[in-house]
């Protein structure tokens, strides 16, 4: 239903034209612009070219309405041939393309140019997402859909694809694939005695230093905010937090490294006040207004 819905919409803005005289695989799936043609033997009037709609419904005589998408012509010459049997004795039917939609994919979501694009063979998700003028900043921190023609769905990581570097996770395409990225947010929360608490983006969402994140948010408060012990709340893979204390004092004076860590992405920092905070209250009320959540989504 997804895939159908979604292609309904593309073409109900951006129109896609059939080719002539392509030779075809046996295991092409039908799609929609695709034209085919039936021919029932001695029996004209059951005979006739039909052309896929985008829902991929079409409407045989004495058969009715046959889903097409992403059947084979034989798949559909066996539908055909049980549907009409019940008028004709051993129907003799021969189904062919007549004309082939142009190979084409779907590029839409969270890129900079969403649409449909000329299919290349052999291509992957990340040459399709480049071909779309890439994704919308931000975005390594993205799921990625691959929606098929036969109805059947793959999701990819775009982040183990592209930061990570695992290139068994780019997955091929194929032409009438449908390529949908979802956005997710690649924030920390810098909070407590700082100018300007709040949410700051991850530049593609790399990490950054502890100092990078607190100079994101304009540096402490100079009359209240203490870099003697700095919070950082992270919430690991599995869901579960963890909790540490910097001194960014040292860092400062004597360029201790351990007391400069990378935060990333759902990291929440806090400064705090006093020398001698209640960092036990201070992490209730941060679990309690659910702030770690709205990072990730």
């Excluded at 309405?65 to 021969?94: F, H, I």
Aim: glycine share 10%; net charge positive; with cysteine.
């Amino acid at each position: 239903m997804r895939i159908r819905l979604v292609i309904l919409l593309c073409c109900a803005f951006l129109g896609i034209a059939p080719v002539v005289g392509q030779t075809i695989s046996p295991i092409y799936p039908l799609g929609p612009e695709d034209v085919v043609s039936v021919t029932v033997l001695k029996h004209p009037e059951f005979s006739g070219e039909f052309l896929i709609p985008p829902d991929g419904m079409v409407n045989f005589p004495v058969v009715g309405k046959v889903m097409v998408n992403g059947k084979t012509t034989a798949e559909l010459t066996d539908v055909l041939v049980k549907g009409l049997s019940t008028r004709l004795k051993a129907p003799e039917v021969t189904v062919t393309l007549k004309s082939q939609r142009l190979q084409r994919i779907y590029v839409l979501g969270a890129v900079k140019t969403p649409g449909i694009l000329d299919y290349k063979a052999g291509w992957r998700v990340t040459e399709a997402l480049a071909a779309a003028g890439g994704t919308l900043d931000n975005t390594l921190q993205a799921d990625v859909t691959i929606l098929h023609v036969d109805g059947t769905a793959t999701d990819l990581n775009l982040g183990a694809i592209l930061r990570e570097g695992k290139v068994g996770a780019d997955a091929k395409l194929a032409a009438g694939d449908v390529v949908m990225v979802q956005k997710h947010y690649a924030r920390i929360a810098v909070l407590g005695f700082v100018n300007k608490p709040g949410y700051y983006d991850l530049e593609d969402g790399k990490p950054l230093r502890l100092t990078d994140a607190i100079g994101m948010a304009g540096g402490t408060d100079i009359k209240r905010g203490q870099l003697g012990e700095v919070a950082v709340l992270h919430t690991r893979e599995d869901g579960k937090q963890e909790r540490k204390v910097y001194n960014l004092e040292k860092f400062l004076r004597k360029a201790e490294m351990k007391q400069n860590p990378e935060v990333v992405a759902g990291d929440v920092i806090y400064v705090p006040e006093t020398k001698k905070p209640d960092w036990t209250t201070i992490f209730q009320v941060i679990s309690s207004i659910g702030i770690t959540g709205s990072l990730l989504k």
